[in-house]
């Protein structure tokens, strides 16, 4: 298995729900991170996790909060959002943060946040 | 994080070799050279890396400049597939932010018929 996979693909939510993202992989890869990407512009980084810790926290606010429960697996947990969170939020994994290493990012899940 | 530097788009003909450029002057030692692409509503796709010596790969070929401050993307036959938007990446090799892959603003490539 060499895929990051997603779910859900599409989502759209309320400013007052609260919903989770799920991202996991199976290469045995120990780094994992979810980047943030708006329309027509780069994705940004939001956080990195490396065996299971929390390693990088670009100042994200606190209505996004990551939650690594194991090596295979990464959430994003969401509340409270705003519209301007509106965005793709995708998932990747690496061997390790050394960086000779690749990355493989999944294809992302489309939030809308009404 | 070490910057690059891409034109903003380039365009090809199919089946014609891409050059796609990046200037990286502030490149230090242990940086590797990461090149990904992103096709429309696609997560970015590893595409190929190297640290001095140039690279080739099934999908591509990378030269780096023996100062190692500018690099090239090779595409060796470009497809109407290939129409994707390029990101030239320093990926640090230490520190804080190592590993940490930061993007800019990429080469969108078009490719005509």
């Known amino acids: 298995d060499t895929e990051v996979t997603q779910t859900p693909k599409h989502l759209v939510m309320g400013m007052t729900n609260k919903k989770s993202l799920k991202c996991e992989q199976h290469?045995?890869?120990?780094?994992m991170y979810w980047y943030k990407q708006k329309a027509k512009k780069p994705p940004e980084l939001m956080f990195v996790?490396?065996?299971?810790?929390?390693?990088i926290n670009e100042s994200v606010p606190s209505r996004f909060s990551p939650e690594c429960p194991n090596s295979s697996l990464l959430n994003l947990h969401l509340h409270a959002l705003q519209p301007e969170d509106s965005a793709l939020y995708l998932c990747?994994?690496?061997?390790?943060?050394?960086?000779?290493?690749?990355?493989?990012f999944g294809s992302g899940t489309r939030l809308t946040v009404v | 994080d070490a910057k690059t530097t891409q034109p903003n788009s380039m365009e090809s003909n199919e089946e014609e070799p891409v050059h796609l450029p990046c200037n990286h002057s502030?490149?230090?030692?242990?940086?590797?050279i990461h090149w990904y692409r992103q096709l429309p509503s696609q997560g970015p796709e590893y595409v190929i890396h190297?640290?001095?010596s140039n690279v080739n790969n099934r999908m591509a070929s990378l030269a780096i400049a023996e100062d190692r401050k500018s690099s090239t993307l090779i595409l060796h036959r470009a497809t109407l597939r290939d129409a994707a938007v390029y990101y030239c990446?320093?990926?640090?090799?230490?520190?804080?932010?190592?590993?940490?892959?930061?993007f800019g603003k990429g080469t969108k490539l078009s490719v005509k018929p």
């Open positions: 990446i320093l990926r640090l090799n230490y520190g804080g932010s190592q590993g940490n892959l930061i």
């Open positions: 502030t490149i230090s030692g242990t940086d590797y």
């Open positions: 190297g640290l001095t």
């Open positions: 996790y490396s065996y299971e810790k929390l390693s």
């Open positions: 990747a994994s690496s061997q390790d943060r050394q960086g000779a290493y690749g990355y493989t």
């Open positions: 290469m045995g890869h120990r780094a």
